[in-house]
């Protein structure tokens, strides 16, 4: 099975890309692993403005077809916006485009060799599932990360994932990852018998607008608890790059912090917790090896990102399976560009 890497090393093209930023300077030390190089970067026609990437100075698309006859086009950013999706989607339509899969952390590489050793983990976490519809999304997902294409992405897309969860009967809920109180309120408006949703954020930008959400939302004010730490497997401090963003985690660059990291175990022992979100950027493992007390206590539906580690797509689910099997699984995955949110949707059966 031959993956988007291998084949780009042999394709003869040149290759260009599309986009600037952290997306491309990953795919650019990937492709620096085979010893490919970019031949030119790109930005959208309207949006050039004499910028100089890696040495280069980014050109148009115009530009590059005037330059090349054939070219292949990487895409380096992601968006889960319509026009953004709809003008990708128009262009590789009629050029060679690939959306490469790049871990947002860790190193693991999602490609060939790493699927050839993993491929009965494959076979595993593909029977777990309790419906055909995540089987789909499964299938589709593990073909774009080797292939790269964007066509597997347009059939990994589900209906939304509301009617899998039960908010009605949620009482008592963690949000590990709050990101600014976006969940939260999502939370607040779903769950009509809310009474406690226990916010975890380690970076500082992003709690403080955590803070100012709960102090000036009314309905938020006596339910929201906002905590300035991560989610972990131990309660300890950790080096936690701040990005200010949804990104930062305790394994990026950036400004540097030592943070408080806690387990949730540690900060809902007092309660009976219902529902637990996990989308902590790459801790999403650490986090449920720290819940171990408050899943085994009151079995809480829970909601995982599988898409920040490239491991994490296998291991998560046969880690729940593994030690909670009273529990059905779910996959779903909004659209977006590249393979994004995607979700473990974790239901006491």
Not at 200 to 206: M, Q, T, Y
Not at 335 to 348: F, G, R, Y
Request: net charge negative; with cysteine.
């Amino acid at each position: 099975m031959t993956d988007l890497w291998t084949y780009l090393k042999s394709a003869g093209k040149p290759i260009v890309m599309y986009g600037m930023g952290n997306g491309a300077d990953k795919i650019i030390s990937v492709l620096g692993r085979y010893d490919i190089e970019v031949d030119d970067f790109f930005a959208s026609d309207g949006f050039v403005r004499g910028q100089v990437f890696h040495g280069k100075k980014v050109l148009s698309f115009s530009d590059i077809r005037e330059k090349y006859e054939d070219f292949i086009i990487l895409v380096s950013f992601g968006s889960p916006r319509r026009d953004v999706l709809d003008m990708i989607y128009e262009m590789s339509g009629k050029y060679e485009l690939y959306s490469p899969d790049v871990p947002l952390a860790g190193e693991t590489l999602f490609d060939r060799e790493y699927f050839e050793s993993n491929e009965y983990k494959y076979r595993q976490v593909r029977e777990l599932f309790a419906d055909e519809e995540s089987k789909i999304i499964f299938d589709n997902v593990i073909s774009y990360k080797l292939s790269g294409k964007i066509d597997f992405l347009r059939k990994a897309v589900s209906a939304v994932q509301d009617n899998i969860f039960d908010f009605e009967k949620y009482k008592v809920t963690v949000d590990a990852g709050a990101y600014t109180g976006d969940t939260a309120r999502e939370m607040l408006e779903k769950a009509k018998n809310i009474e406690r949703i226990i916010c975890l954020e380690p970076d500082f930008k992003n709690f403080k607008k955590l803070l100012r959400f709960t102090e000036e939302n009314e309905h938020a004010k006596d339910k929201v608890c906002p905590i300035s730490a991560g989610a972990w497997d131990t309660d300890t401090k950790v080096t936690f790059g701040t990005a200010g963003n949804r990104n930062s985690n305790a394994f990026s660059g950036g400004k540097e912090n030592l943070v408080d990291m806690l387990k949730i175990d540690s900060v809902s022992k007092d309660h009976f917790v219902d529902y637990i979100k996990y989308d902590v950027e790459g801790a999403e493992m650490n986090a449920l090896i720290g819940s171990r007390e408050t899943i085994e206590k009151s079995s809480p539906d829970m909601l995982i990102s599988l898409y920040h580690r490239s491991e994490d797509i296998f291991d998560i689910p046969l880690y729940i399976r593994e030690n909670y099997p009273q529990y059905d699984l779910y996959l779903r995955r909004p659209e977006c560009l590249p393979a994004w949110e995607i979700n473990l949707c974790v239901v006491k059966k």
